[in-house]
């Protein structure tokens, strides 16, 4: 705090001096044609006694500007304009019309008597050094004060947030900076509030992950473990084969763990940059609906789809969002009884609104937020077999995040689940 302040007040006294210096040094030069006319005005009894005294004189005005001289701090003589290379034009015009003119030094004045001679008086500074050195003492002073009082106020906010960021380094992810709103540095306190709050999401949230990672790699390992266990004992080639048969499917399933993994982790951190295209709505609806046409029809379902208000086209990642109608289309697949409604409609500002439902036992409005939780699953019914890893909706909520967009999830009309994923309109990426 001390060398910041030494910095700052030595910056401050700096300053000022370089500016009273450039008023005593400029402002008789910028502002000479008032200071002039306002010692005209000033020194007009002062000229009217001078001119006076010397007209008295007569002849004798050497004596008389001898004695004005012993008696005066001013000190007189008489010039001829014409050989005084400081007068200007102007100020020469000014003394041939009987005006007094002042130099732009502040010190040296002519003035113009009855008789055409000109008078000049010096003026020399007093000697104001002591009462100087007190003055600038006391500004000096003056300016100390606010500054302490402004670089305390600095100091302690700061510390505050030091003491923060300290804690939160030191593991304590709760710790957040608490200041004024009247505080200088509220604003950057703000933001380390704001980032400490990312960063502990971000952390419980790789906690979650891991934990739920942990548990959902355990039941598969689990089930290879014990099927590699069973092929080392001597059994029919029917059975081995089998065997065999449930193995590659509990691969499969770690695999496709492993893949949805991957992708909601690089949806999460960012890493997966979109690729803006201008997208034709219906075809790339076919080639979605056309992908998932057997699994939904393998499960005795029927898919209508509505595509009468849909836009023509819409600027997108059509991979991934081909991924997140996939994921809705066969969640609802799990849970419908007959029929999986999917509609494609054009919302405001250009925005592109999909919407899947299906007629199924729904979800009940207190677990409607939680269900886009990695590895979430609702009830007994929603197990592995019926409701995947829990990663679907997930992985569909930040595909609309990374496209400025968002998921909610109502009510259908027929009782089941209805979700509505809007996408605001996205500028083209010029090539």
């Not at 086209?313 to 029929?339: E, F, G, K, M, Q």
Request: aromatic share 8%.
């Amino acid at each position: 705090m001390i060398r910041s302040l030494i910095k700052l007040y030595a910056m401050v006294v700096l300053a000022a001096a370089l500016a009273v210096f450039a008023v005593n040094r400029s402002f008789v030069w910028m502002f000479y044609d008032t200071l002039t006319q306002g010692e005209r005005e000033v020194r007009k009894g002062y000229a009217f006694v001078l001119r006076d005294y010397l007209d008295r004189a007569g002849g004798d005005r050497a004596a008389a500007i001898t004695r004005l001289n012993q008696n005066a701090w001013e000190q007189f003589d008489f010039v001829d304009p014409a050989t005084v290379p400081t007068l200007s034009a102007e100020q020469r015009d000014d003394l041939a019309h009987g005006k007094m003119v002042l130099q732009t030094n502040g010190r040296d004045y002519y003035l113009p008597l009855r008789d055409g001679s000109v008078l000049h008086a010096y003026n020399a500074d007093m000697d104001y050094g002591r009462i100087r050195a007190i003055a600038y003492a006391l500004i000096a002073v003056a300016a100390l004060v606010p500054l302490l009082l402004w670089v305390w106020l600095h100091w302690r906010d700061l510390r505050t947030l030091e003491d923060a960021a300290r804690g939160f380094g030191a593991g304590k992810l709760a710790t957040r900076a608490r200041l004024s709103k009247r505080s200088n540095v509220y604003g950057l306190a703000r933001q380390f509030n704001d980032m400490a709050e990312r960063i502990q999401g971000s952390i419980q949230h790789q906690r979650e992950m891991m934990n739920g990672i942990s548990h959902e790699l355990k039941t598969p390992i689990a089930r290879l473990e014990f099927g590699i266990a069973l092929l080392q004992t001597p059994v029919p080639d029917t059975q081995r084969a089998s065997r065999l048969d449930a193995l590659r499917r509990d691969v499969r399933e770690l695999d496709e763990l492993v893949s949805e993994l991957l992708a909601l982790s690089r949806l999460e951190q960012g890493a997966t940059h979109l690729v803006l295209m201008r997208v034709a709505v219906g075809e790339w609806l076919d080639s979605v609906v056309a992908s998932v046409a057997n699994d939904v029809a393998d499960r005795q379902l029927s898919l209508t789809v509505h595509t009468d208000a849909a836009p023509a086209y819409h600027v997108c990642d059509p991979r991934l969002l081909a991924r997140a109608l996939l994921n809705l289309i066969r969640n609802a697949a799990r849970y419908a009884r007959n029929t999986i409604t999917l509609r494609i409609e054009a919302g405001q500002a250009g925005a592109l609104c999909v919407v899947v439902e299906d007629d199924g036992p729904g979800i009940p409005v207190p677990d409607r937020a939680r269900v886009f939780e990695p590895f979430l699953r609702l009830d007994a019914s929603r197990d592995r077999h019926t409701g995947g890893f829990g990663l679907g909706l997930a992985i569909v909520r930040r595909i609309a995040l990374v496209h400025g967009g968002e998921v909610q999830l109502d009510a259908a009309p027929s009782g089941g689940a209805r979700f509505t994923v809007s996408l605001p309109a996205m500028p083209l990426p010029l090539i």
